[in-house]
């Protein structure tokens, strides 16, 4: 049975820094990656960053390049998000996903999960 735990969220000033993480287990079939996803009440959930699990291929939204970094544990069957510079948009609640594959075009990331969801971290930025 597929299980993904998130942990890390929390209260941050912007500007500030945390990183988030994501323990996944009981999944066998093939998949691409592990992904980070982030919904904010009332609109669509946001997929932001990727690692692929066989090249280590990272991938990210233009909303999250240069601020955030996807990096993976697998001997603890781990994914980090660190996630620095942090604005006041960034507050959401986040999850990590198994990722069954994804795009990349002038739209931006798109990723493709399993629709399998954890119950989320939530990430607050303000003063």
């Known amino acids: 049975q597929v299980q993904l735990v998130e942990s890390g969220g929390g209260l941050v000033q912007p500007g500030g820094s945390l990183r988030l993480s994501c323990v996944a287990s009981?999944?066998?079939?093939?998949?691409?990656?592990i992904g980070w996803f982030r919904q904010v009440s009332g609109k669509e959930r946001e997929g932001i960053a990727c690692?692929?699990?066989?090249?280590?291929?990272?991938d990210y939204a233009d909303s999250v390049k240069g601020r955030f970094t996807i990096s993976r544990d697998n001997d603890k069957s781990t994914v980090y998000l660190q996630m620095d510079s942090l604005k006041p948009e960034d507050t959401a609640v986040y999850y990590c996903?198994?990722?069954?594959?994804?795009?990349?075009?002038?739209?931006?990331?798109?990723?493709?999960?399993?629709?399998?969801w954890g119950e989320g971290t939530r990430v607050i930025v303000s003063s």
């Open positions: 009981g999944f066998a079939q093939d998949y691409y990656g």
């Open positions: 690692i692929g699990i066989t090249n280590g291929d990272t």
């Open positions: 996903a198994i990722v069954l594959g994804l795009s990349t075009s002038r739209a931006g990331l798109t990723l493709f999960p399993l629709e399998h």
